[in-house]
């Protein structure tokens, strides 16, 4: 008997709407769409014409009201995220949100509490973990290929999102800077590969106290910065490694950049950019030898953003645990707003949750299908 098509309804249908309404059109063959909504409805209408057409709500209360609908997709901005998330959890839907979970930790938490209270899933990206790559270095960290856990390393360097986004203001207001915009990739990542953070020490600055908008639609206007745009943490991991990770906005990217590190006792593990699903995984073992190179061993080897949505989706039909939870999403919440802090008091934040990894993804199942 074929399995009943869980059904989703976006929030939001701006700049990251095409690649999810891309995948599950034309990836992901377990779900639905029930339809899609903007504040600014001709967004959603071109997106309806570029992917659909789709059903069109007038808003996201019509999709709250609407029995036929399971998961809220909500892919607003960062500081939208609480407000949307919370009032369809009220309204008694499972929810996946874009990163962060909420702009502030008090706001996740509530949000935790409220889905436990009321028996709904509550997930989120970054799915990255779930891709092919880090998949795969996960595995091999589990077969002791880099031998004891000793640390790690990852960078993100750029200077800023102004020069591309349509409306880049969100980016440096509460909720942005890039340890909330890109650091949930590799908070993500480091957890997936080296466990649960046990504590942070930061030292952040933010360099440039405005940005100027080069993009079309805004270009000219002036955006007043108000979160550190440098940012350079330590994380001391429950099993003893401990991580550098500096996330930025202020500096040109370079060779070291957009990747991660992880040091064993046996080899230090590049692992490639966690932003991304793919790329071989390679491991250095000195001695000047090349660095061994590990194909990829698991599916999902290209930008498959919504993996961890279709995940979510399974585990509600299915009746299992989501890997892409909420569980991984306030752990990573916490980490970065505990950097956050750090930076600001210069002290040492203990970290209260924590993340055991779920199952790793299946293997030699077709593209689209997960279970
Ligand atoms: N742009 C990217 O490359 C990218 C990549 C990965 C993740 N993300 C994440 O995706 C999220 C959205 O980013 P974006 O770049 O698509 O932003 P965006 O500003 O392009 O789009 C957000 C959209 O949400 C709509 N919206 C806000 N509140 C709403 C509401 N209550 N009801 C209906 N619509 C509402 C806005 O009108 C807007 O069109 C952010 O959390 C961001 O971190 C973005």
Redesign the pocket.
């Known amino acids: 008997m074929s399995k009943r098509k869980i059904r989703i309804a976006f929030?939001?249908?701006?700049?990251?709407?095409g690649?999810y309404l891309e995948n599950l059109t034309k990836v992901f063959k377990e779900v639905e769409i029930a339809g899609i909504?903007?504040?600014?409805r001709e967004?959603?209408e071109r997106r309806s014409k570029e992917f659909g057409p789709f059903k069109i709500y007038n808003?996201?209360y019509e999709i709250f009201a609407d029995p036929t609908v399971d998961v809220v997709l909500n892919?607003?901005?960062?500081d939208?995220?609480y407000?949307?998330t919370k009032a369809a959890l009220l309204a008694g839907k499972h929810v996946y949100?874009?990163?962060?979970l909420a702009s502030t930790l008090e706001r996740g938490r509530e949000l935790v509490e409220l889905a436990l209270e009321r028996g709904l899933y509550l997930g989120g990206?970054?799915d990255t973990f779930m891709g092919a790559a880090i998949q795969t270095a996960r595995e091999l960290i589990e077969e002791g290929a880099i031998g004891t856990l000793v640390g790690g390393c990852g960078h993100m360097k750029c200077r800023g999102?102004e020069s591309w986004?349509?409306?880049p203001e969100?980016y440096y207001k509460r909720?942005?800077g890039p340890l909330?915009?890109m650091g949930p990739y590799y908070v993500t990542a480091f957890i997936t590969l080296l466990g649960s953070v046990k504590s942070v020490q930061a030292v952040n600055r933010t360099t440039y106290p405005t940005r100027t908008i080069t993009s079309e639609e805004k270009y000219g206007q002036i955006i007043t910065v108000d979160v550190p745009t440098h940012v350079n943490a330590l994380m001391e991991f429950e099993n003893g490694a401990v991580a550098h990770l500096l996330t930025t906005f202020d500096t040109f990217s370079t060779d070291f950049c957009n990747r991660i590190e992880i040091y064993g006792s046996e080899g230090t593990m590049i692992v490639p950019d966690p932003?991304n699903f793919c790329d071989p995984v390679k491991i250095s073992r000195g001695g000047g030898r090349e660095p061994e190179i590990h194909p990829v061993r698991f599916g999902y080897d290209f930008d498959a953003?919504a993996l961890g949505l279709c995940d979510m989706c399974n585990a509600i039909r299915d009746g299992r645990e989501a890997r892409a939870s909420y569980k991984m999403t306030y752990h990573a919440l916490e980490v970065m707003m505990g950097i956050v802090r750090a930076g600001d008091e210069r002290r040492v934040i203990e970290i209260e949750s924590r993340h055991d990894n779920p199952p790793l993804m299946k293997k030699g199942l077709e593209d689209g299908i997960l279970d």
Do not use: Q, W, Y
């Open positions: 929030v939001g249908t701006g700049s990251i709407s690649i909504c903007d504040l600014i967004r959603a808003d996201m892919i607003t901005r960062p939208e995220h407000e949307v949100s874009e990163k962060p990206a970054p999102h986004h349509r409306d969100f909720g942005g909330l915009d932003n953003r």
